[in-house]
């Protein structure tokens, strides 16, 4: 892990001081609770200037556009407190000078503003890059006094050094007296400083960010499926004891058939049992009728065959679902970008309604060549894109069976054995099964393909399918 410390703050300035002294600050956001973002313009040049006091990735540099887009940098619909102080105090003001007191991780930016009452005042916005400590304060440099801090420092947190608007600023306990540079600097990277230090954290905050959405995702999901699993194992429960319905029936016909034969209020019955071939016997509640005892079965067996139809409707309920869920989990491991995951949070997140994203955002992978056109999806998204939108009726539809991946689908005026073989392998290609050594995949004609009403996304029914195996 490569490390931000004093030497490569110092080479960080030393390379951009000329534009820093004298440029105006034209706009302030602060995306997160530790993340700033400062337009600044100078020499008829506009920068922007990025700040990150989260612990893990303190630095400051210039952002360029691509690593601004991994950064993936999103404003709150209203800006937090410190930064409307900010913008209060040094929007459109100009950095007079910019320092990096000896030996330390502080960027000192002093800016010439004016007060309510038009006169001019000098401010210091002090930007500490110490991991846990980092901070950002905003103080008068005449009265040293703090007007507004990133996070206030209390007495709890620091009994050396306490920081809240009102209070005076004073230096971090000095740690090091001498210009300090890790085992692992970012100062010893060959290059422009700022671009190292933009290119590092830019990826490393990005890798950070999908890891840990990616983790995310799988789990909402993972407790989901097993939620849908517990609940068709007691399905399956339910179902075993609903088998005994067909005995029930028999033994009141059993009963109704002997009734001249024996006694009423009677514990046990002993009978021949016509449909199996043998003798049995019977226990029934003595403190009732033969005729009342065979009615008892009867009503049991009525309610377990009502049961049966509602859990049988329920199994394929949760079926249905588990399939949609192990593919959503599928899509989810198989990602490759935070943008991936993006495209599938509405459906982590339960928000299934009709997908308001560009049609850009929507289309599959697609595969072309002069005779055909393969398309693949990567999430359920793209899946039911591929069978509601581009889908036509001798187009061929692939998926592999039992085992969740992406929709194939081929068009082509002429479908020969080896490209309908290179779409089958790409379906398995394509899915959980990608690692086994045999994988079934189907396929079928696109206007054999049926999306039932309010189904999960990218869920249909097939039918005059064929199957094909793959090695």
Known sequence: MATFDSVTLKLWLEENADFLTGARIQKIQQPTRREFLFTLRNYGETKKFYINIEPQYCHVCFLNKENEEKRIIKNPKSPPMFCMLLR????????????????????????????????????????????????????NC????????????????????????????????????????????????EGCVNSNIDNYFADRIYQDKFNKLQAKYCQIVSVRLNRINDALSKILKQQMLAKKADEYR????????????????????????????????????????????????????????????????????????????????????????????????????????????????????????????????????????????????NDLWFHTRDCAGAHVLLKADKKTDELIYKCAKLAKENSSGALSSKISVIYTYAKYLKKPPKANLGYVTFFHEKEIIID
Not at 114 to 121: A, D, G, L, V
Not at 306 to 314: A, D, F, G, M, V
Not at 335 to 364: H, T
């Open 142 to 189: 005449d009265t040293d006094v703090i007007i507004g801090c990133a996070h206030n420092v209390g007495v709890e947190k620091s009994r050396e050094r306490e920081m809240s608007g009102g209070l005076l600023y004073v230096y971090p306990p000095k740690q090091k007296d001498f210009w300090y540079a890790g085992k692992n600097s970012l100062s010893a990277l």
């Open 250 to 393: 028999l033994y009141g016909d059993l009963i109704m058939a002997n009734l001249h034969n024996n006694k009423d209020f009677e514990p046990v019955i002993n009978v021949f049992d016509y449909e199996n071939n043998k003798d049995i016997s019977i226990e029934l509640d003595e403190t009732i009728t033969l005729k009342e005892n065979a009615n008892s079965f009867y009503k049991r067996y009525n309610k377990l065959k009502i049961s049966q139809k509602k859990l049988s409707e329920l199994n394929i309920s949760f079926n249905i679902e588990k399939e949609y869920l192990e593919q959503l989990l599928y899509f989810i491991k198989t990602a490759q970008s935070v943008s991936d995951l993006m495209d599938i949070s509405s459906e982590v997140e339960l928000e299934r309604s009709a997908p308001k994203d560009k049609k850009s955002a929507l289309m599959p992978l697609e595969i072309k060549s002069g005779s055909y056109t393969i398309y693949i999806g990567k999430n359920n998204k793209q899946n039911d894109f591929i069978v509601s939108k581009l889908a036509r009726g």
């Open 88 to 139: 209060k105090y040094i929007e459109n003001a100009s950095v007079a000078k910019v320092i990096q007191p000896k030996y330390e991780r502080i960027l000192e930016l002093y800016i010439e503003s004016c007060n309510e009452f038009s006169e001019k005042i000098c401010l210091c916005l002090a930007v500490e890059l110490m991991g846990k400590h980092s901070n950002i304060v905003l103080y």
